[in-house]
């Protein structure tokens, strides 16, 4: 069972998200990440790994970025093994997401989106970065159109956290 947080605010966000990830904890994960909205030049930047959220705050400490928007994940693998590219977030193009759940049809996915080439990780959770960042592109990056036919694609379980490279300051849940 993995835990979910976003943050977009007036506050610096990395420790909300590494605050918020750690009461997330009692819930189980094998891997701990998050991605920032980086303030010096509008970017977003992931950090992430397998193990603990204590080793990913090290792994932010070695290389911070700092911002006000962001969003944060603790995982619990159910397709792809325990592995620092399986952590999420993930990234595909304009979209940079995390994920709660299992997507079923994701092999059926990949093959339609023509994902296979542009895959870092064995999830099921970057492919639905691919399929959303496909859309994205196709409707002209207008997010609530591009979210509503995404979700359409999906068959199986998912709470998701999205931000767009285009849209600095917003996540969509
Ligand atoms: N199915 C996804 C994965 O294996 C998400 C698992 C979760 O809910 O943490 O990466």
């Known amino acids: 069972m993995c835990g979910i947080v976003g943050y ?3 506050q610096s966000v990395a420790k909300q998200i590494l ?7 009692y819930r189980g994960y094998d891997s701990a990440g998050m991605a920032i909205v980086d303030e010096t030049n509008g ?3 992931i950090r992430k790994r397998a193990g603990r959220v204590a080793d990913l705050e090290k792994v932010w400490k070695a290389n911070p970025v700092n911002g ?4 944060g994940h603790t995982r619990w693998a159910t397709h792809g093994g325990v592995t620092t590219e399986n952590a999420h977030p993930h990234r595909q ?3 940079t997401l995390i994920h709660n759940g299992i997507i079923e049809n994701y092999h059926q996915l990949t093959e339609e989106y023509d994902l296979a080439d542009h895959l870092l990780s064995q999830t099921d959770s970057e492919v639905a970065a691919g399929v959303l960042n496909a859309l994205y592109e196709r409707m002209d990056h207008d997010p609530l159109l591009s979210i509503r ?6 068959q199986g379980s998912y709470g998701f956290c ?3 490279e285009d849209r600095p300051g917003e996540i969509y849940a």
Not at 19 to 25: F, G, R, T, Y
Not at 149 to 154: A, D, Q, S, T
């Open 68 to 71: 006000i928007c962001g969003i």
């Open 19 to 25: 605050d918020a990830l750690e009461l997330l904890e």
């Open 162 to 164: 999205i931000m767009f």
């Open 8 to 10: 977009t605010g007036k």
């Open 149 to 154: 036919h995404f979700v359409k694609e999906l």
């Open 43 to 45: 970017q977003v930047q």
């Open 93 to 95: 193009g304009l979209v």
